[in-house]
């Protein structure tokens, strides 16, 4: 089994801006533009505030109240303190309706006016949107986010943590500018590493994006929040294949974990938020398993007792792969990947090997996962929740799923095979 304490929404203790002991307010003036942005509007800079008081359905353990936003429960509980000494108690996160642009922008930067004090914490974070749908989420205060391409919408999230029950973790104002600068690169196209999985279960508890796991759920966790969906989309998908490549299924990101939370180990070191030192694609859990790396520990100082990389809900573990214990897998990282993606509008869905019912079931696909659609087939006609149709559609590994059951396609347009 994972290690339930790393994948709650501790994971928001990543890279938090957590005050002194004393009480400080963010002066007001930290909501100027930054030093190389003139106060007037220059040409090429949208400015525009996050609307904080706003609440929405992937909010987690938030409140609006008295012009500042705050967390709802600042009490400990199991679900949100870590076993390591020191870490957060409770922890929230805001999610912000997204923002179409009025151009495309490659860098966006966030001002925040805040209260932090007693262990408290605050962080304003962005993700773009592109043809080929969203970008990992990134950190925007100080430098900002860059994208390695224009982005047309922006999306902000915004998290709290407090160490303390009596600590203060409060927000007024969350200011953004998108900009454009010389971009970089973020990551190749078509990641696949092979990684150790565990079954995550913790059935009845609660995932990183707010969601009450359910039994034989369909999702995975891995270990930094630069990856996680929310709520009830597949923005982050991954396909989780066994070794043999006999079964696959492809599933979104919905949980944070096992062991570290800051660890994008898929990321090239140029832009991996911490051990930049180890390989592209090691999980620092696995090196720290299986060589001592970091002493043997993960980033909260616990003994790290199996390599893992990547967690399964029951469903994809026993269902998607037939697995029945821990195993090694084959995992593609489908965000980093290019071209059109299908949106699973209800599933779990049967990926076969061929056109029809008739053919071999390969793996599953699970609800509101985004899969890679290469080309498409005329075959057996369906009728599913969408539309009836013979069009299967060709995903990777020669696998297919009726178009019957996707709601949506973006990125690009599909062509017959």
Same mark, same amino acid.
């Given at each position: ?13 990543? +890279? ?15 909501? &100027?533009?930054?030093?190389? /942005? ?23 353990? /938030? ?57 408290? +914490? ?48 409060? /927000? ?17 196209? %078509? ?13 009845? +508890? ?29 923005? $982050?998908?991954?396909?989780? @294949? ?5 079964? @696959? ?5 919905? *949980? ?32 720290? $398993? ?18 893992? %990389?990547?967690?399964?809900? *029951?469903?994809?573990?026993?269902? #998607? ?32 090997? +061929?056109?029809?019912?008739?053919? #071999? /079931? ?6 509101? &996962?985004?899969?890679?659609?290469? @080309? ?20 990777? %590994? ?20």
């Amino acid at each position: 089994m994972g290690c339930p304490p790393s994948r709650t929404l501790s994971s928001l203790l990543a +890279g938090v801006l957590t005050a002194t002991a004393a009480a400080s307010l963010i002066p007001a003036a930290a909501l &100027a533009a930054p030093a190389d /942005v003139p106060a007037a509007a220059a040409p090429g800079v949208e400015r525009w505030s996050a609307d904080l008081a706003v609440a929405s359905g992937d909010d987690v353990n /938030v409140r609006w109240s008295a012009g500042r936003l705050r967390l709802a429960d600042t009490r400990p509980s199991a679900r949100t303190r870590p076993a390591a000494v020191g870490g957060p108690v409770a922890e929230g996160a805001l999610l912000a309706a997204p923002r179409t642009l009025a151009r495309p922008a490659s860098r966006v930067r966030a001002q925040v006016t805040a209260e932090v004090a007693g262990g408290g +914490g605050v962080q304003a974070q962005v993700r773009g949107w592109r043809a080929a749908g969203w970008t990992e989420w990134r950190e925007a205060t100080g430098a900002g986010a860059v994208f390695d391409r224009p982005v047309i919408r922006v999306q902000t999230r915004v998290l709290l943590t407090a160490r303390d029950p009596r600590a203060t973790a409060s /927000v007024r104002a969350v200011e953004l500018t998108a900009d454009t600068v010389a971009t970089v690169s973020a990551a190749t196209a %078509g990641l696949v590493y092979r990684v150790f999985a565990t079954r995550e279960g913790s059935v009845g +508890g609660q995932t990183a994006n707010g969601r009450i796991i359910q039994a034989r759920d369909h999702f995975v966790a891995l270990p930094s929040r630069r990856g996680l969906s929310p709520l009830n989309t597949g923005d $982050y998908t991954v396909r989780v @294949c066994t070794t043999s490549g006999s079964r @696959c299924e492809y599933a979104p990101v919905w *949980d944070v974990g096992p062991w570290n939370t800051r660890d994008d180990y898929w990321n090239p070191s140029a832009v991996r938020e911490n051990w930049k030192d180890l390989p592209q694609g090691r999980p620092e859990a696995q090196a720290a $398993y299986q060589s001592g790396y970091n002493g043997g520990r993960d980033q909260f100082g616990r003994t790290v007792r199996n390599p893992s %990389g990547i967690d399964l809900a *029951d469903g994809t573990l026993w269902d #998607g792969l037939l697995l029945t214990d821990n195993a090694w897998v084959d995992v593609a990282y489908l965000w980093t990947g290019t071209g059109p993606r299908g949106v699973v509008g209800d599933g779990p869905l049967n990926v076969r090997t +061929g056109p029809g019912t008739g053919y #071999g /079931v390969r793996g599953l696909a699970a609800r509101y &996962a985004n899969v890679p659609i290469q @080309c498409y087939v005329v075959g057996q006609t369906v009728t599913g929740p969408y539309r009836t149709t013979n069009r299967w559609n060709r995903l990777a %590994g020669g696998q297919y799923v009726s178009h019957a059951y996707i709601s949506a396609v973006y990125g690009g347009t599909v062509s017959l095979c």
